[in-house]
């Protein structure tokens, strides 16, 4: 909080104190934590775990709120609290209209919001969440505990590695805006959020704003980059193994990639809506934008008709891998899900037919398909839940469900004229902002997460 505080300092923004104010209140509560709990640590266990995960989210989301709230913005609590929860789980839906006019420090405040939620989530994915044996690190070493499977001997070895990455390629997706021409305000912002696939901008138009070719598949390489699995990336960068970039939801993920830009791409060509380099340039900005769950628009894809509209929407369920900072199902996942579908038929035709799911060299348990199947289940019936509770609000049938799965997958913009890539949040009542800030935690909380606090069975001894 000091950080844009001392922004809006240096360009006399009276919001300083709103900042220097909020980081005390934090800076005095964490203090008193503090004190209230020396002695003996609890003993380690798996519901502390998720405990603290959701104790933590939701607690840095009413602290990313405060400066918002108590600032010269003229926005009420839930929305305040919408767009941090936005932020910290890296969704990029913004209830802030005149963004170029906006003072630095909330500008800069959104972003690094977005790079620590961004930074929280592979942690979660990777070091929390394999407990529920349905998702971060355990599909990379699926059940196994031997030293070898693991990327590095040591945690702290682990740990600092995948930070030194994250920050690493920020620093180099800023550089490489700044070359492309963006101002150095504006390259820190964008490199902030492009890294934790946030989609945050410092301007109503979004990335729609910078219209040079460089800047925006400079944007599209490190959204790329940004759903990859860091832990492929640290390995890659700290120990050279080279032959771990073969993992298959990698390829998984970016022969998806390819596969919608070029359908999208044609269309737009025989549509003769842009000339082939245009219709490619702003086709691979989209769905790499979508399918990573940044958030940022070049174009408000909402006008190039139904087909285009179609391949969006599909594309926002999907997310990057797991272990990056993209939301959505994730590409292991959908990779599980299909060799489970094959292997059913197969089984029809032949009853005896014993044919295991791999992933990779590596064979997946029964216990970890019947979590992934669990998973989207979940995941399907919750956007149902959330989509009916949107539409009991008075909005469209459109809005509703797009809104409810731009939420759960941490997208960003949804379809339609409210809340597409050319619409805002903003118009939207108190109550389906709430019921949006449940589908942001849950979705980025991996459902299970929260919905385990739900059962009584957890507070049991």
Same mark, same amino acid.
């Given at each position: 909080m000091l950080?844009?505080?001392?922004v809006? %300092?240096y360009?006399?923004?009276?919001?300083?104190?709103?900042?220097a104010?909020t980081?005390?209140i934090?800076?005095g @509560?964490?203090?008193?934590?503090? @004190?209230a709990?020396?002695?003996?640590?609890?003993?380690p266990?798996?519901?502390?775990?998720f405990?603290?995960?959701?104790?933590l989210w939701v607690t840095?989301?009413?602290a990313g709120?405060?400066?918002l709230?108590?600032s010269?913005?003229?926005i009420d609590?839930v929305?305040?609290?919408?767009?941090?929860?936005s932020?910290v789980?890296?969704?990029?839906?913004t209830?802030?209209?005149?963004?170029d006019?906006?003072?630095?420090?909330?500008? @800069?405040?959104?972003?690094?919001?977005?790079?620590?939620?961004?930074?929280?989530v592979?942690?979660l994915?990777?070091?929390v969440l394999?407990?529920l044996?349905?998702?971060?690190?355990?599909y990379f070493?699926i059940?196994?505990s031997?030293?070898e499977?693991?990327?590095?001997?040591?945690f702290?070895?682990?740990?600092?590695?995948l930070?030194?990455?994250?920050i690493g390629?920020t620093f180099l997706?800023?550089?490489f805006?700044?070359v492309?021409?963006m101002?150095?305000?504006?390259?820190v912002?964008?490199a902030?959020t492009?890294l934790?696939?946030g989609?945050?901008?410092?301007?109503?138009?979004?990335?729609?704003?910078f219209?040079d070719?460089?800047?925006?598949?400079t944007c599209?390489v490190f959204?790329?980059l940004?759903?990859?699995?860091f832990?492929?990336?640290a390995i890659?960068a700290f120990?050279?193994?080279?032959?771990?970039a073969h993992?298959p939801q990698?390829?998984t993920y970016?022969a998806?990639?390819?596969?919608?830009?070029?359908l999208?791409?044609?269309?737009l060509?025989?549509?003769?809506?842009?000339?082939?380099?245009d219709? %490619?340039?702003?086709?691979?900005?989209?769905?790499?934008?979508v399918?990573?769950?940044?958030g940022?628009?070049?174009?408000?894809y909402?006008?190039?008709?139904?087909f285009a509209?179609?391949l969006?929407?599909g594309?926002?369920? %999907?997310?990057?891998?797991?272990?990056?900072?993209?939301?959505?199902i994730?590409?292991?996942?959908?990779?599980?899900?299909?060799q489970?579908f094959?292997?059913?038929?197969?089984?029809l035709?032949?009853q005896?037919?014993?044919?295991?799911?791999?992933?990779?060299?590596r064979?997946?348990?029964?216990?970890?398909?019947k979590?992934v199947?669990?998973?989207?289940?979940?995941?399907?019936?919750?956007?149902l839940i959330l989509?009916i509770?949107?539409a009991?609000t008075?909005?469209d049938?459109?809005?509703?469900l797009?809104?409810a799965?731009?939420a759960?997958s941490?997208?960003?913009p949804?379809?339609?004229?409210?809340?597409?890539?050319?619409g805002n949040?903003h118009?939207?009542?108190?109550?389906?902002?709430s019921i949006?800030?449940v589908?942001?935690i849950?979705g980025?909380l991996?459902?299970a997460?929260?919905?385990?606090?739900l059962?009584?069975l957890?507070w049991?001894?």
């Amino acid at each position: 909080m000091l950080l844009p505080g001392a922004v809006d %300092l240096y360009v006399g923004n009276p919001d300083w104190r709103v900042f220097a104010m909020t980081s005390f209140i934090v800076a005095g @509560l964490a203090l008193a934590l503090i @004190l209230a709990t020396r002695g003996p640590a609890p003993r380690p266990s798996i519901r502390l775990a998720f405990l603290v995960v959701n104790i933590l989210w939701v607690t840095l989301s009413f602290a990313g709120a405060m400066p918002l709230y108590f600032s010269s913005l003229p926005i009420d609590f839930v929305h305040a609290l919408f767009e941090s929860v936005s932020a910290v789980t890296t969704t990029g839906s913004t209830v802030i209209t005149g963004l170029d006019e906006l003072p630095p420090g909330l500008l @800069l405040w959104r972003s690094l919001l977005q790079w620590i939620g961004g930074i929280g989530v592979i942690a979660l994915g990777l070091f929390v969440l394999p407990y529920l044996r349905v998702g971060g690190f355990s599909y990379f070493r699926i059940e196994s505990s031997d030293i070898e499977d693991r990327p590095f001997a040591r945690f702290s070895t682990f740990s600092v590695a995948l930070v030194t990455v994250y920050i690493g390629l920020t620093f180099l997706c800023a550089f490489f805006y700044l070359v492309g021409g963006m101002t150095f305000f504006d390259a820190v912002n964008h490199a902030l959020t492009t890294l934790a696939t946030g989609g945050f901008s410092t301007h109503d138009a979004s990335f729609g704003y910078f219209q040079d070719p460089w800047l925006i598949w400079t944007c599209t390489v490190f959204m790329t980059l940004a759903g990859l699995p860091f832990t492929i990336l640290a390995i890659v960068a700290f120990r050279r193994q080279t032959d771990a970039a073969h993992d298959p939801q990698i390829e998984t993920y970016l022969a998806i990639l390819v596969g919608l830009i070029a359908l999208c791409s044609i269309w737009l060509i025989l549509t003769e809506q842009y000339e082939p380099f245009d219709a %490619l340039t702003h086709s691979a900005f989209t769905f790499v934008s979508v399918v990573t769950t940044t958030g940022y628009a070049t174009e408000d894809y909402g006008n190039w008709g139904p087909f285009a509209l179609l391949l969006v929407f599909g594309a926002m369920w %999907l997310g990057g891998c797991s272990g990056s900072t993209a939301g959505g199902i994730k590409t292991y996942r959908l990779i599980i899900l299909w060799q489970s579908f094959v292997n059913n038929l197969k089984q029809l035709l032949f009853q005896r037919i014993v044919a295991p799911i791999r992933y990779g060299d590596r064979v997946v348990t029964s216990q970890m398909e019947k979590g992934v199947i669990l998973f989207i289940a979940s995941y399907v019936c919750i956007w149902l839940i959330l989509s009916i509770a949107l539409a009991a609000t008075g909005l469209d049938i459109l809005t509703s469900l797009t809104g409810a799965l731009t939420a759960i997958s941490n997208v960003g913009p949804g379809l339609g004229t409210l809340i597409g890539p050319s619409g805002n949040f903003h118009t939207l009542s108190d109550t389906s902002l709430s019921i949006l800030i449940v589908g942001m935690i849950l979705g980025r909380l991996e459902i299970a997460t929260v919905l385990m606090l739900l059962m009584p069975l957890f507070w049991r001894r």
